[in-house]
């Protein structure tokens, strides 16, 4: 006889469990004739009954380590039992407290100490969030002779300890009961010739954010395949709580979706079937099955019966996807009621196609559900471990020290106990202490609420005060401004008007003279002395100027004048409108190489070139409005606020925000006060505060000269602004290599980078290859990526009840009854979604993503964004049957586009450019929970949870990777703390720290 020790889930109440227990035991004796195993379990006397088999009590850890002991083999499985949801407590190993990781983790620990051989049989691990939940399972696994697992993503978490091999859930070897204990268990009255009998498993979940709403569609989905086949529908409960816990209470599930059906009459439950023998018959009768439970969807796979599923658990949505069923699968926030009808009756009416498919999928599974139980027979003829003396002493010492971890587990939970009642006791006190003082707080209260109403009242009139006083002075400066203004129109209009006299007498003048140079013309005497003229030049042979004699052409009386009329006045030209005085420039800056925008950057300027701008001047005698502006800003902060200044670069107004915009806003999240130079702004001219602390300004820049020691923020293409502050913190953000700039003179830009570098109080490089390329010249240089706004793309986590955009309903339509599987409609997207948003420009490597469609037809690909040059047009790449560029979105509308991306994408050419660029969306895309597949560029390579790859083949198996790794909750939270770690706050705090600034985060 040859005693093996099982450990799993069992006895409470769970028929997925118990069926993976009774399948374990078919394959075990089928391998090893004479066994006798020992089930630890939560009901010994239940798991009796219902296997045949010898049981322990879970939690009497004396009774576990002498079953331990007397085992030739120990087993833990099968079933999904490694997790940490509830978290680790690492004290609670061999104690009655113990539970999941640290209950299934000791039993390879106590084999370990008896010298006895140990496997995992089929587990499921995880999911595991935490470090400590890893590393206990990685030291259980450690322990054992051999691990198998159920699933492929158990199976990458169990390599980690070191081999292990995938088989199927044991539940493939459960021998179902006979059909009589089924129509028993279904009740004496239950009509079985009433076609077609869909077989539903529902259950409780808590995780649903709608669970009233989950039944309520459930119940329409009843009855509108009711409605559809005239059916019959028979509820299979499959866990009934045997610890008080409504979420684990099948049947009342069953009943609250009953209570919302108006076609009950059709309905029945099953309410004595937690057997496994006998739910698996039952499934095996019906013509179709819908499976919230996992084990509802494996029973009937495993019969050959077709079945949909709603994943309220990725192992379900994983069982499907393994099955090649995954268009019959949805999630509980996703059901469609009218489309899950219309599966579920298709399902019925048409189950050949499905049903083939089931049953090929059974029998590949069938087999590895066995392999286990060979494994376990070779571990029992290789014998026990080698037992030292020593070992046999550490069991020894453990036996002692088990009562006294039980006495201190008891104590503490005694004192735990007490400590719960004496803070209710001083909880009950203090009400009533509360309730005894309420009256004198009720007076006080209402004395300090007029108190501070009249220091409220008193600081609003002082504020109306000073600001009426400000406005006084306004209003001052304003009427002596106009007092001049008025005094110089005067003068200038005197001055025109006597202008316009003269001109007048001119122009009079003139006109005689003209009219008197026209009666000499005609006049004989006039034509006589022409002649004389004439005559002496012949006889000179001279011209009139001395020259020799040449042709003269012949005259008329329009002629020009002697020499001596030449010097009268000619008429003054028309008076026009003075030119109007030049702003600053408002020119929009150089455009930069926009990797990480949805819109095209502003047209750049002719030339930058260094020169000063013209400014309006001033009178000294008076004051700008827009400095009373900044003097009322000024006084309402704290003056101990940083002030920032970002000189004129990028218009605030392009719809998706670059470095600037998002580091303004950081700056000004982190209390700073903060001015953005706009000169393109359309709210006119003078300070608008679009969020708090962050003013657009559109004023004239010597404003900002009153100001002094300001963190003014500059770029490589707007040095020339430094000139109009009085002694700035020069803070120079190097965005990109200088060659991707649109200026005219590169030699003027270049030579304002190399002055930029030596008069800055701080060069930020945002990657770094810029960082490395100025620390010769700066060794103090900060490296400061780009970040993200966090909040902003989180949401895209959580959009659940928002309709998705309206373009994006073609990729994710569920299908029609022609599009799906066997001719069924899609339950859920049928294809995955691989997204890019940001500009299309000429670094994105079209030849590479068309590559990658052409390898996988079956996915589809959508790029999100603006043509930033020809490239995209030129590539020809939108042909592709299963690319589509859905055009520009805003900045707003990004994370609702991003939430329906399964992987998204950077598909970068690299080179100089890419590698010294700071990917902006790759951030974004971690915030909003996605897995990032990018070219092997140095800014995305350095930070954890980024898949790249280089070339077309290596790039789709990345992205399969991304894919599977999309439901792992523990790269979800790498991804999420990458992008946590990557704030614009953050980085503004860096700039800030450097600088050796504090502020306070509003």
């Known amino acids: 006889m040859r005693r093996v020790l099982i450990a799993g889930y069992f006895g409470f109440g769970n028929a997925g469990d118990e069926a993976i227990l009774a399948g374990m035991l078919t394959s075990l004796r089928q391998e090893v004739p004479d066994l006798a195993a020992t089930v630890v379990s939560k009901d010994p006397d239940e798991t009796r009954y219902l296997h045949g088999v010898e049981a322990v009590h879970w939690q009497d850890v004396t009774a576990l380590l002498a079953a331990t002991e007397t085992a030739d083999l120990v087993i833990v499985g099968g079933g999904g039992l490694f997790q940490d949801h509830w978290g680790v407590k690492p004290e609670t190993y061999l104690t009655p407290a113990h539970g999941d990781i640290t209950f299934y983790g000791v039993f390879p620990l106590l084999a370990n100490l008896c010298g006895k051989p140990c496997m995992t ?15 206990h399972t990685t030291l259980a696994l450690k322990q054992c002779d051999t691990v198998t697992v159920r699933d492929s993503q158990s199976l990458r978490v169990a390599e980690r300890a070191g081999n292990a091999i995938q088989v199927s859930d044991p539940a493939f070897a459960l021998v179902p009961a006979s059909p009589q204990a089924a129509m028993t268990a279904a009740g004496a009255f239950f009509d079985w010739s009433r076609r077609p009998l869909l077989g539903v498993s529902v259950r409780h979940w808590a995780a649903s954010t709608h669970a009233d709403s989950l039944f309520d569609r459930l119940a329409l989905t009843l009855d509108l395949f009711l409605q559809k086949t005239d059916g019959q529908v028979l509820f299979l409960p499959f866990q009934s709580s045997k610890i008080g816990n409504p979420l684990e209470d099948d049947a009342g599930a069953c009943q609250e979706v009953m209570r919302r059906m108006k076609r009950a009459a059709h309905v029945e439950t099953a309410l004595n079937a937690l057997r496994p023998e006998v739910l698996a018959a039952l499934v095996g009768r019906c013509d179709a099955v819908l499976g919230m439970r996992f084990h509802a969807a494996l029973l009937a796979f495993a019969q050959g019966v077709p079945a949909a599923g709603i994943a309220y658990d990725p192992k379900v949505s994983r069982l499907f996807s393994e099955a090649g069923l995954e268009d019959l699968c949805t999630e509980p926030d996703s059901l469609n009621p009218e489309l899950l009808a219309a599966t579920l009756a298709g399902l019925v009416s048409e189950p050949a196609p499905v049903r083939q498919s089931v ?59 007490a400590v719960q009642s004496a803070s209710a006791l001083a909880s009950r006190q203090s009400e009533e202490l509360a309730r005894l ?22 600081e609003e009139l002082a504020w109306r005060r000073d600001v009426l006083a400000a406005r006084d002075e306004a209003l001052r400066d304003a ?26 007498a001119l122009l009079s003048r003139t006109q005689e003279l003209q009219e008197e140079l026209s009666r000499i013309y005609g006049s004989s005497g006039w034509k006589a002395l022409v ?37 009268v006045p000619q008429p003054l030209p028309p008076v026009t409108e003075t030119s109007p005085t030049v702003r600053p420039d408002s020119g929009p800056p150089p ?109 004239p820049i010597e404003t900002f000269r009153a100001l002094s020691r300001v963190l003014l923020i500059v770029l490589s293409y707007n040095r020339h602004w430094i000139a109009h502050f009085t002694d700035p913190l020069v803070i120079y953000e190097y965005i990109d290599e200088l060659d991707v700039f649109s200026v005219d003179d590169k030699v003027q830009l270049k030579r304002d980078h190399d002055r930029l570098l030596t008069e800055a109080d701080l060069v930020v490089a945002t990657a770094q290859q810029l960082l490395e390329g100025v620390r010769p010249a700066r060794p103090d240089a900060l490296l400061c990526p780009n970040g993200v ?57 079209y030849p590479m993503l068309r590559r990658v469609a052409l390898l996988r037809p079956g996915w589809t690909f959508l790029l999100i964004g603006p043509p930033h040059d020809s490239a995209f047009e030129q590539s020809g790449i ?22 329906h991306f399964d992987v998204a994408t950077i598909p970068f050419i690299v080179g100089p450019i890419t590698h010294a660029t700071s990917p902006l969306k790759l951030f974004e895309y971690m915030a909003g929970g996605k897995i990032v597949v990018t070219t092997p560029m140095e800014e995305s390579m350095r930070f954890e949870g980024v898949l790249t790859a280089s070339g077309p083949a290596a790039f789709v198996e990345r992205l399969e990777d991304a894919l599977t790794l999309r439901e792992d909750p523990a790269c979800r939270s790498r991804i999420d703390r990458v992008a946590r770690e990557n704030t614009w706050e953050q980085r503004a705090r860096s700039i800030l720290e450097a600088l050796g600034t504090t502020v306070r985060e509003v």
């Open 789 to 845: 706004d966090y909040s902003h793309f989180a949401a895209a986590q959580g959009i659940t009840t928002t309709p998705p955009p309206p373009d994006m309903g073609p990729f994710l339509q569920k299908g029609t009854r022609e599009s799906g599987l066997h001719g069924l409609p899609l339950l859920r997207p049928q294809r995955p979604i691989i997204g890019y948003y940001g500009a299309l420009a000429r670094w994105v490597d």
């Open 591 to 699: 455009s930069s190489p926009v990797l990480e925008a949805t819109e095209p950057p502003p047209p750049a300027p002719v030339s930058t070139t260094g020169a000063e701008p013209v400014v309006e001047s001033l009178p000294s005698a008076t004051r700008n409005p827009f400095d009373v502006q900044l003097d009322l800003i000024l006084g309402r902060a704290d003056g101990k606020s940083p002030v920032v200044v970002f000189p004129p670069s990028v218009s605030w107004e392009i719809p998706l925000f670059q470095r600037p915009q998002q580091m303004a806003l950081a700056f000004a999240r982190l209390g700073c006060l903060v001015f953005y130079c706009d000169y393109q702004s359309p709210l006119g001219p003078g300070f608008h505060e679009v969020r708090p602390g962050l003013f657009r300004c559109d004023v």
């Open 359 to 417: 049953e090929s999928f059974a029998q590949r599974q069938r087999p590895l559900a066995g392999l286990p139980a060979s494994l376990a027979r070779e571990l029992l003829d290789r014998g026990p471990r080698a037992s030292a003396p020593r070992q046999r002493g550490l069991v020894d010492f453990v036996h002692a020290l088990i009562p006294h971890w039980s006495k201190l587990n008891a104590d503490r939970t005694r004192l735990e106990a």
């Open 878 to 899: 939108g042909a592709e049957p299963n690319i589509h560029w859905l055009g520009q979105k805003s900045y707003q509308d990004l994370p609702l586009y991003l939430r």
């Open 437 to 458: 003082s309420g009256e004198v707080s009720k007076r006080d209260s209402v004395i300090a609420s007029r108190d501070s109403e009249i220091d409220r009242l008193h």
């Open 121 to 135: 049989y089929a587990v499921g691990i995880g999911p595991i969030k935490t470090l400590e939940g890893e590393t």
């Open 531 to 567: 002649r004389l003229w004439d005559l002496k030049r012949l006889l000179t042979g001279k011209s009139r100027t001395g020259d020799s004699v040449v042709p003269a052409p012949e005259r008329t009386n329009q002629d020009a004048p002697p020499p001596l009329l030449q010097d």
């Open 479 to 504: 009427q002596e401004r106009y007092a001049v203004a008025a005094g110089q129109v005067a003068s200038l209009a005197q001055h025109l008007a006597c202008a316009e006299a003269d001109r007048t």
